[in-house]
């Protein structure tokens, strides 16, 4: 840790913009999701239609995701550059995990579509059972453990020690979102299935 830090150019702006935006874009998400499920905001706006209103968060959170990825590139390479990892390993260990990374990213949005992924049960837009495939049998949130993956994959492919510091707090940042987002998900669940038909037979 202690020559990851002596190689980190703290000075440089990029770096504490990158680490904003990795902040920014969990929590805001987290306070309008929990907003819309609370008030419907966004599904009002949309006259109604939660969809609607979904595909439109779902947007939103992916043109932000571009936009911290665009952040955390420029902050690579206004930092210095120092050889982690010797030759051929460079280049092999980086392309492994960004290959692995963007494939339970992109599984993950597969076997949830657009609005399992992108928060759609905050709009009432409920999965009728639990996807228990790929990737969700390896891993139990593979689309955070994905994305971090890739951040450390672009910090070895860069060569940036700073890039590893950075993977170390989107880490802790998911770890955080994550301490939020279970919960209420399953509360969420929760409550239809003890509204359902056979919850109600069942007593």
């Given at each position: 840790m202690a020559a990851i830090l002596s190689n980190i150019d703290w000075s440089k702006q990029s770096l504490w913009i990158s680490l904003a935006s990795i902040t920014f874009n969990p929590t805001a998400w987290n306070i309008v999701a929990r907003n819309e499920f609370h008030n419907k905001t966004i599904t009002r706006i949309f006259g109604?239609?939660?969809?609607?209103?979904?595909?439109?968060?779902?947007?939103c959170i992916f043109t932000a995701g571009i936009v911290r990825?665009?952040?955390?590139e420029r902050a690579l390479k206004d930092q210095p550059r120092v050889q982690i990892l010797p030759e051929p390993y460079n280049v092999l260990v980086p392309a492994v995990?960004?290959?692995l990374g963007q494939t339970f990213v992109?599984?993950?949005?597969?076997?949830l579509g657009i609005t399992?992924?992108?928060l759609g049960d905050y709009f009432g837009i409920l999965?009728?059972?639990?996807?228990?495939?790929?990737?969700?049998?390896?891993?139990?949130?593979?689309?955070?453990?994905?994305?971090?993956m890739c951040f450390a994959?672009?910090?070895l492919w860069y060569e940036r020690p700073a890039g590893l510091l950075i993977t170390l707090y989107v880490y802790i940042v998911y770890l955080i979102a994550l301490r939020f987002e279970g919960p209420f998900t399953d509360m969420i669940y929760s409550t239809r299935a003890s509204k359902s038909p056979e919850s109600k037979k069942e007593l």
């Open positions: 109604g239609n939660a969809k609607l209103g979904c595909y439109f968060l779902a947007l990825d665009t952040l955390y995990l960004f290959f992109i599984s993950s949005t597969w076997a399992g992924t992108f999965m009728d059972h639990r996807v228990e495939g790929f990737p969700f049998n390896v891993l139990r949130d593979p689309m955070y453990v994905g994305s971090t994959a672009g910090a």
